[in-house]
């Protein structure tokens, strides 16, 4: 059974910074890839960022490429997702999320286990 943790959220002003962190347990972090989606209320689940297992290829949803960077460190079982120049539209809660293979992908169906959510807002 995979435990996913993320951290990290909280409230920013419009072009600030935050850095989300996922720590995994239960599973070879190794051997999958990763994914953060985000969903605001109202709205329904959407990919934002994905990771192969290596990190070799990394996935960025449009309204967040040029901003946003995915990054993993496999020694220690975490997924990052560093985010910057942070708009109001980014308010979301943020899910990190294994793929049920290491091959980065950006449809949710292809990820079975995903975390608890942290928030994200971003004051104008």
């Known amino acids: 059974q995979v435990r996913l943790v993320e951290s990290g959220g909280g409230l920013v002003q419009a072009g600030g910074s935050l850095r989300l962190s996922c720590a995994a347990s239960?599973?070879?972090?190794?051997?999958?890839?990763m994914g953060w989606f985000r969903q605001a209320p109202g709205k329904e689940r959407e990919f934002v960022a994905a990771i192969s297992w290596s990190g070799g290829i990394t996935y960025y949803a449009d309204s967040v490429k040029g901003r946003f960077t995915i990054s993993r460190d496999n020694a220690k079982n975490t997924v990052y997702l560093q985010m910057n120049s942070l708009k109001p539209e980014d308010t979301a809660v943020y899910y990190c999320?294994?793929?049920?293979?290491?091959?980065?992908?950006?449809?949710?169906?292809?990820?079975?286990?995903w975390g608890q959510g942290t928030q994200v807002t971003v004051s104008s």
């Open positions: 239960g599973r070879t972090f190794s051997s999958y890839a």
């Open positions: 999320a294994t793929a049920q293979g290491g091959i980065a992908t950006t449809m949710p169906n292809e990820y079975d286990e």
